[in-house]
C-alpha cells in the first residue's frame, strides 16, 4: 500500500480547495447570489433616490416679498441652486447624494459579505465539517485563511456589481482625475478592508459554536461599522465624539480612498493615508485571526 | 514500526474540570485488525476517537498511532489515518465527486492521482451513478458510503469509523458491514470503530473493548469474551417439574451451573450441541420426560451484562438522568474540540 504524499506537498495545500468550496456553495446558489444584488439595488434606488438632498434647494420654490422685481427673483433662486450645489461639493465632495452613497454601498458590501463570512464558521462546526477538516494534515491556518480568500473574492466580485447598477441606475458623476485605472485603486482599497474585517469576524466565530450568537455580534457591529463612518453621511457634520468613532472604523478608511478614486479630486496626501490604515488593518487583524488559528483549532 | 497500529496508555479526558468522558484508558489494537469500541452512549467512544484522530487534546496519558505520538507529531498521525465521523460532513452543495476530490486535496494528493482514486473509490462505495448528483440528493446509506470514500482517499493505514451505521436502516446497515469487511480484505488495513450496537462488534471486530463510564471493563476477541462466560445456555422443561433434578443435571460432565427458575432449568454447559444429549438422556435415565429444550451460544449481550451489570438495551432505555450527563458531555466536547481553553 503506498503511502500518501507528505514529502512533496506544499505547506499550503489544501488552501485553495477550501477557497474554491466556499466559492461553489456560494455561486452555486442562486438564491443567495441574487439576495447579494438586490440588497443593494434597494439601499440604493431608496435611500440614494429618496434622500436627494441636493435637490432640497433646486427643488425649492420660495415666496419671496412682491415688491422684488420678477428678474431679480430668478436671480435669487439661481443662486440659491447655485449655493447649494456648492454647500453639497464642500461637505460631501460631490454635488450628487446618489453618487456619493453608491459608492459608500461599495464598503457596505464589503462589511456584509465579511460579516457573513464569520457564520459559514460557525456552520462547518455545527456539521462536522471543520471536525474533518482538523483531522487531515492542512495547516490550521490554511483553515482560516480559506474563509478569509472567500469572503474577500466574494466581496470584490459584489462590490463590483454594485458599482455596475450604480451606473446603470446613474447618473454617476465622476471625478475629474477618474480613468480606467483608477479601479485597480478601488480594488485594493476594498481588498484589504475586507480581508481585515472578514479576519475580524472569523476571529469571534472561531470559538461560538451557535449561530444566534454570531447572528447577535453581527446585529450588534453592523449599524455602528455602517453609520460610524462617512459611508453615508460625511463625517463632518458630526458631532465630535462620533468622529472620533469614524477616525478608527476602517470602513471610514476605505469608503474615503474608494471616492477619491472615483468621484473626487485626488488628495494624494489623504489618500495615502486611507491606504496607510487599511494595509495595518489588514495585516494585523489576519496575522492575529492567523496566529490564534493554532491555538483554537487544533485540538 | 511496531505491531501495533495503535498505542494507548492511561488516556484521560476530563471537560470543564469535572466531568470525566475518558477516564485512564489502556488498549492496544494490532496491525490489521478491526477493533470495537463498544459501550451505550455517553461511554466515552467518540472522546477517545477525537483523541486519536488529534482533534481533542487528552487531560492526560498518551497515545501512538502508527508509530507517530498524537501529541508530538500530529500531522504524523493525521497523514496516515481515514477518518469516518459520526457525522455526516460532506458538503451537500457539492456533488459526491467534488466532495472526493476535495478531500484529496486536504490530504495533499496530486490532481493526476486524486481523479484516479476517486474514481476508483466511487466505483467501490457503487456512487459511481450518483456521483455528479448534489450530496443534498443522497440517500443516508449514499451518504454514509460517500463518507467512506472520502475517508479512504488519502489511503490511510488505520481507518477510524465513529458508529459507521447510526441512523440507518437495517438493509444498509447490513451493507454497510459488507463494505467494511471489503475494505479489511482490499486494503488490509487497521480500523477502529465504536459502536453501540453489540451484533455489529459480534460480526464486524476481531476484538472489542467494552467500555463504560469512561473506563474499559473488558477486552478480547468476541468469541472469546462469549466463551469467558462459561460456555453456552441451554434451557430444559421436564413433565410434573416438582422433583429437583438439579443435583442430576449437574453430575453430568460440562455442565457448569444449573439455576431452576418456575420450572424450567437454566443451565451453563461447554459444548452445547455435544453436551446436550447428554444430560437428555441422564434426565430420562431417571423416568423424567423433557417438555422443551432449547440451546443459545451466548451473545455480547449476555457478556455486557455480565461485566457491566446491566444490559446495554436497559442503559439505552433508562434515558432520564442519563441523556442530561451525555448533552452536557456533547456541549464540552463541541465547546473544547474548537475552544481552547475557557
Known sequence: MSRNNGNSRNPLHGLWALTNRDLKKWYKNPIILMLGIIQPIIWMSLLGKAMNLGGMFTNFSPTLPPSISLPLQEQIKAAMSDLSKQAMTQIFGTADYFSYMAVGMMSFVVMFTAMFSGMSMVFDRRLGFLNKVLSTPVARGSVLLAKIFSAVIRALVQATIVLGIAYVIGPLSVGPDF????????????????????????????????????????????????????????????????????????????????????????????????????????????????????????? | MTEDAIIVKGLTKIFNKHLVAVDHVDFTVKKGEIFGFLGPNGAGKTTTINILITILRPTEGSAVVCDHDILKDATGVRDCIGVVPQEYTADEDLTGYENVILCADLYGVPRDESKKRADELVELVELTKFKDKQVATYSGGMRRRLELACGLINRPHVFFLDEPTLGLDVQT??????????????????????????????????????????????????????????????????????????????????????????????????????????????????????????????????????????????????????????????????????????
Open chain 1, 179 to 299: 480613468t480606467v485605472l483608477n479601479l485597480l485603486g478601488v480594488y485594493a482599497a476594498l481588498f484589504l478592508i475586507s480581508m481585515g474585517l472578514s479576519s475580524i469576524f472569523i476571529l469571534i466565530a472561531i470559538r461560538s459554536t451557535r449561530q444566534e450568537t454570531q447572528m447577535a455580534v453581527v446585529n450588534l457591529l453592523n449599524l455602528p461599522l455602517m453609520f460610524a463612518s462617512n459611508a453615508l453621511f460625511p463625517a463632518s457634520l458630526m458631532p465630535e465624539w462620533l468622529q472620533t468613532i469614524t477616525k478608527i472604523n476602517p470602513v471610514t478608511y476605505a469608503t474615503d480612498a474608494t471616492r477619491q478614486l472615483i468621484l473626487y479630486t485626488i488628495d494624494m496626501h489623504q489618500l495615502a493615508i486611507d491606504f496607510l490604515f487599511l494595509g495595518a488593518f489588514a495585516v494585523i487583524s489576519s496575522t492575529i485571526c492567523i496566529l490564534l488559528s493554532w491555538r483554537y483549532l487544533s485540538k
Open chain 2, 173 to 342: 446497515r447490513a451493507a454497510t458491514w459488507n463494505y467494511i469487511k471489503l475494505l479489511k480484505k482490499q486494503f488490509g488495513m487497521t480500523i477502529f470503530m465504536t459502536t453501540h450496537y453489540l451484533e455489529e462488534a459480534d460480526m464486524l471486530c476481531d476484538r472489542v473493548a467494552i467500555i463504560d463510564h469512561g473506563k474499559i471493563i473488558v477486552t478480547g476477541a468476541p468469541n472469546d469474551l462469549k466463551e469467558s462466560l462459561g460456555g453456552d445456555i441451554m434451557t430444559l422443561s421436564i413433565q410434573d417439574g416438582k422433583e429437583d433434578v438439579s443435583d442430576l443435571i449437574k453430575k453430568v460432565p460440562k455442565v457448569k451451573e444449573v439455576k431452576k427458575q418456575d420450572g424450567t432449568y437454566r443451565i451453563k454447559v461447554e459444548d452445547g450441541e455435544e453436551t446436550a444429549p447428554t444430560i437428555i438422556d441422564a434426565v430420562r435415565a431417571e423416568g423424567h420426560k423433557v417438555t422443551r429444550l432449547s440451546l443459545t451460544k451466548p451473545t455480547l449481550d449476555e457478556v455486557y451484562l455480565e461485566y457491566t451489570g446491566r444490559s446495554i438495551r436497559e442503559e439505552e432505555e433508562s434515558k432520564e438522568g442519563f441523556a442530561a450527563q451525555r448533552m452536557a458531555m456533547r456541549k464540552a466536547r463541541g465547546g473544547r474540540a474548537m475552544g481552547g481553553h475557557p
